[in-house]
């Protein structure tokens, strides 16, 4: 009765297909309950001078209007700097900051009440750009560093050298439900909160903070999301501030729904990125120096920025060893929404400007991008130190690139593109393969913790409750099948509970790709636990002095759904009566887990230290075609190939990858945010914003694991999945650039990511401009 | 024919089999609000509010010939009583007594769904695909699927699921529902005009839906200020955006008479009311060029209720159809109290979202010539995402050759200009010019002439330049059939 390793079904599959699942919209109103809205800054920058909220009262049925004066507690918030006002108060940060929070009746009434509300203010010129902010030099927080050797003499002294500027733009969760919460008033001055949020330990932490309450007067729950990817890691916080203080001081159930509009222009998103590269090589491509100064944009409060910025740094190496490298890393200040996490949290931006100086190399070299990458490729027992000197062992990168290169045809296909290139006036064909090494776990040490509580009943049923929020990444089915093998019972006799601090106290959020290893081993000591009281009561209830059979707890054994003696294993006692007779007998049927995991530990003093308790590692094959003309992208096949370990669930496991490579896909190719000189974010709904739609897939698309058993620190051999998968994709924009390096002669193609069909034209146009563009570069 | 004594002020529809009379201001919400806030079907998710995502997706059921037939639409962005006198579907109604459809089992064992917010919009789709064919291919749910929005799963395991279903066990919505009792009480009951007017003063609002032509333009000739509602996808998208309901509506959508269309020998007759789908469908055979890019107008939810209408005058420089009307010379029948003008499209606008509808009058009837053999017909759609994206550019280039030398050549950029833009200069150029890249490479640059294009979200002026610049070498390009690989 196994059920680790069995593509089981997401844990609430059923409610997904017909609808029955409950979101928090879905949740039915309660009788008194507000609906709460805000009002949003009118400017990107400016000081604010008054907030007239009494015609919104003149509106009927709006009840209540609060500002900064509102907020009983601390009005400013942050996990790392506290620097994120809640409400403004006095500057205005960015364009759609919350300003004043509105309660009313109904619907109709929040809107006419939210449109009443006067902001006095005095508009300041923005900082949006970049460029503009490392001009000023207006930086959040401190620079961080990572660099071994000697980096300006292997720089000089390589044959060969390079630099440039690669920008990667920012990119929009798109969840498709919005952030929510609705805050419960309770008795005393407690409240809960449920919301929509990756974090439920933060939001109660927050919430106490605004309320001025002890945190032992919050709960907050989070039955499932509908999506997050790590957009709902922080920003899920504001607005349960909100439903939080209107059901404080009305006393009245509270409700917040973002629509999508105000939530894409509101809420952080990925960082764009512009870093500024070197490198040095030998003749055969290998890098013997590395310099990359890469400029996030922060937006207007710190947020989550150094910590993504920090996994930048360490990912500016991805699957390659590089002997001498220096990399620093600054945050800037804009007047937008605090960047946050989203899936990957910096790697992606890191992995990507890595990969392009590789393709870079081959351009220079006039050398085939895949043997440039098998030059630099991490080696096994050599060249195996990363540069912030965790060594990289059980390094499967050598097998999964050779596998993936065969298994894709990669030489023959690179043979036929560039034949087809020499040839078609309409089209240009591009291949690249692209790889992965992820580091998992929180760089921050403390984080990588969890607990879990388990209650088993006396029909051996069991609820789990951990610190794991339920986004649709599967945690919870992982979780089920983990203790249900425990036990060796049926999953459908374990029910994950929602997530409620309640339960589970001072948890780390859902993010990091990590929950599975940090809940599911929580859950998984927790089991045991219960396991090793309930083999000290059966070993009594099985044994037969009689016959000789001393009670001995060590040979009890759980297996099919029963308990036995394995020295007697033809008595059986069903699970569930083992649990009813223990009760009786006063055992104690919960138990609490804890996890925490050894080994990590990083020194952001010194730029040293094993951050990651493992790697997941993986590579790509994608190859394109662009029109010639209009610069459109179309991905006729994808090869991946990744190393999960052992997984816990298949099914889930390959949802991860496929979902978290088509998101991948969308912020190379098609997904653009785009800002007016005012700071207003143009594309905030998806009639202009563009995640990949079903015909975005590429046309053949093959998917598959790399089997390995050597992941054995990890709970059940698996690996975390959720992140990784999503940087594949970089190996599509790497596809571009290649399919531009056969459309003329300039060396150095400047470009930018996403590669949309107006910047891949872009690139088109520049190429055919080239002074020496009668000759087209067929070279390869 | 409409009196004043069968005037309703409710509409009637079934909803999952269920009966529903809805008056008031109920009648004057979104679909998706009726069933989720008023009859608490919470399966049906908001997500966007503007038609592009699809986790609203229902069934509408239209009675056609004796029967419902059902296609998919968005719900955020239809409006009760644009409904009335047909049969919903959500996704709550697609199962027999809460047993699981083959579908939705499929969808669980395929892991279909992670977060599960778009489940419920694709599980509906493709149960409406079902509608009409007994299994379904990659390459129909690829086409079928992309008013469908995933943000999880890469949309793989959900083509997997619809591939993979037990057919055999599916029913149609019409065994699910049998159809004659619901279908004589709508025939019997949801007839005559349907007048509702809610609140009073600065918060009045009136709806008309009238059930025939007369009645519609007599109406406008009276409130030449009403806004006019066909399929309600741009009007719908608005209200939602603004919350703000127009104080005055005139609903097209009993006008069946306005729903024809038809394919004559050398050209298309279409009622302005025809959906973007119905012709789609007549012009599979006839226009190829004009149905490939109807493929990707747009979703099918889209495309189910949007009308030729209401694209042509909603008077977007970006609309996909117009380059294709303005070069073929398309004519527009305008009716109204006082008789019926024609007037050809190319002369119907005279700026940005200004054209030639007197007040009092409606768009009821669009005549397509189609092209002819000896021409060559290239449509051009270039936009951000291939599907379901409005367009960054959009191009028709219409030539007939006198062997190698171009003798007529007919022109239309879309979204460079307030307007379509019919490049005369460059249609003059061509003329007698061989047709060769050195006079294409030359056409492209005329033509930067004779735009004017903006920056704006979908892409930068320098782009649509060039864009304008190279269109007239891909379709020499494309028209060189030795250059062709494969």
Known sequence: MKSVGKPLPHDSAEGHVTGQALYLDDVRTFDGELHVGFVGSPVACGELFAVDTQPAFAVPGVVACFTAHDVPGHNIFGLITADEPFLADEQLLYLGQPVAVVAAESREALELGRQAVRIECRAAKPILELEEAISKERFLGARLRIAR???????????????????????????????????????????????????????????????????????????????????????????????????????????????????????????????????????????????????????????????????????????????????????????????????????????????????????????????????????????????????????????????????????????????????????????????????????????????????????????????????????????????????????????????????????????????????????????????????????????????????????????????????????????????????????????????????????????????????????????????????????????????????????????????????????????????????????????????????????????????????????????????????????????????????????????????????????????????????????? | MASYFFMRDSILLYVNGHRHLVGGQSALRSLSDFLRRDLGLIGTKIVCSEGDCGACTVLIGRPRDGRFVYQSVDSCIQFMFQLDGMHIVSVEGLSRNDQMTPMQQSMIDCHGSQCGFCTPGFVVAMTGMLEDCQQLSTADLRHGLTGNLCRCTGYTPILDAGTQFDASAHHRLKEIYPEAAMLEDLAENAAGDIEIITGSGSQKHSLFSPDDLNSATKFLDAHPEATIIAGGTDVGVRINKTLELPTSILDLNRLTEMESVSVESDRLVLGARASWAAVEEACAGVAPEFHRILTVFGSPQIRNVGTIGGNIVNASPIADSLPFLYVMESMLTLSSQSGTRRVNINDFYSGYKKFDLRPGELLTKIDVPLPRDDETLKLYKVSRRRDLDIASFTAAIRLRFDGNTIAEASIALGAVGPTIVRPRKVEQFLLGKPFSEATMRQAGELATEEISPISDVRGSAEYRTQLTRNVFLKFFYENQPELLIA
């Not at chain 1, 222009?265 to 990125?273: N, P, S």
């Not at chain 1, 069903?574 to 104690?588: L, N, T, W």
């Not at chain 1, 598959?704 to 992140?723: C, L, P, Y």
């Open chain 1, 149 to 780: 050797g000697d980096v300006d003499k292997k720089l000089a002294s390589a044959e060969h050298q390079l630099s440039g500027t690669f920008s990667s733009g920012g990119q929009e969760q798109f969840y498709l439900e919005s952030q929510a919460s609705i805050a419960y008033p309770g008795e005393q001055g407690q409240i809960v909160v449920h919301s929509s949020t990756q974090n439920p330990t933060e939001i109660q932490a927050v919430v106490a903070e605004v309320l001025g309450v002890g945190q032992h007067e919050v709960v907050c729950i989070c039955k499932r999301m509908g999506g997050a990817f790590g957009g709902k890691e922080t920003q899920a916080a504001i607005p349960a501030m909100m439903a939080a203080l209107v059901a404080q001081k009305t006393g009245r159930p509270a409700r917040v729904i973002y629509n999508k509009d105000d939530d894409m222009r509101v809420t952080g998103k990925r960082h764009e990125y512009l870093t500024r590269w070197e490198v040095g090589f030998d003749a055969s491509g290998r890098i013997e120096a590395l310099r990359c100064n890469y400029f996030s944009n922060g937006g207007a409060a710190t947020d989550l920025s150094p910590a993504v910025l920090e996994r930048t740094l360490l990912h500016s190496d991805n699957a390659y060893y590089v002997p001498h490298v220096e990399l620093n890393g600054r945050i800037c200040f804009t007047n937008l929404p605090p960047n946050t996490a989203f899936r990957g949290f910096g790697g992606p931006q890191a992995m990507a400007v890595t990969e392009n100086v590789l393709e870079s190399i081959a351009q220079h070299l006039q050398r085939d991008a895949y043997d440039i990458r098998l030059a630099n490729l991490y080696g096994i027992g050599e060249r195996n130190v990363t540069p912030y000197g965790q060594v990289f062992d059980k390094n499967h990168l050598p097998e999964i690139y050779a596998s993936l290169a065969a298994q894709s045809q990669y030489q023959q296909r690179r043979q036929e593109i560039a034949q087809f290139n020499a040839n078609s006036k309409l089209q240009l064909r591009g291949l690249a393969l692209t790889g992965i090494k992820f580091g998992i776990s929180f760089t921050t040490k403390f984080l990588n913790q969890g607990n879990a509580l388990v209650n088993v009943y006396t029909d051996g049923t069991i609820q789990v409750s951990t610190g794991a929020t339920e986004m649709g990444q599967g945690v919870n089915i992982k979780i089920r099948q983990l203790v249900a093998d425990e036990f060796a019972i049926n999953t459908s006799r374990v029910v994950l509970m929602p997530t409620s601090t309640e339960k589970n106290n001072n948890t780390s959020p859902t993010a990091a790709s990590a929950s599975t290893d940090l809940n599911g081993a929580a859950a998984v000591e927790a089991c045991q636990k219960i396991k090793a009281r309930l083999q000290q009561f059966a070993a009594e209830r099985l044994a037969d002095p009689d016959a000789g059979l001393q009670a001995s707890p060590r040979h009890i054994e759980f297996v099919d759904g029963f308990v036995i003696d394995s020295r007697r294993p033809q008595v059986r006692v069903e699970f569930q009566q083992i649990c009813d007779e223990a009760r009786r007998e006063r055992v104690d049927l919960g138990a609490r887990g804890f996890f925490a995991t050894p080994g990590v530990d990083f020194n952001r003093e010194t730029g040293r230290g094993t951050p990651f308790f493992y790697f997941t590692q993986g590579a790509a094959v994608a190859e394109v075609v662009i029109d010639r003309f209009t610069g459109e992208l179309r991905v006729p096949r994808v090869d991946l190939l990744v190393d999960i370990g052992q997984s816990i669930n298949p099914g889930v496991d390959r949802g991860q990858i496929i979902g978290g490579f088509i998101q991948g896909l969308g912020w190379v190719t098609s997904e653009a945010l785009v800002y007016d000189d005012q700071g207003e974010l143009l594309s905030h709904s998806p009639t202009t914003y563009k995640i990949p739609a079903v015909t975005d897939l590429p046309e053949e698309f093959n998917v598959t694991t790399f089997d390995n058993q050597d992941n054995v620190q990890n709970i059940r051999r698996s690996k975390a999945v959720g992140e990784p998968p999503l940087m594949l994709g970089i190996s599509v924009w790497a596809a571009v650039k290649n399919a531009l390096s056969y459309g003329g002669p300039a060396e150095q193609i400047d470009l930018r990511l996403p590669a949309t069909g107006e910047e891949v034209l872009r690139c088109l146009t520049q190429l055919a401009a080239a002074p020496d563009a009668s000759k087209t570069t067929l070279a390869k």
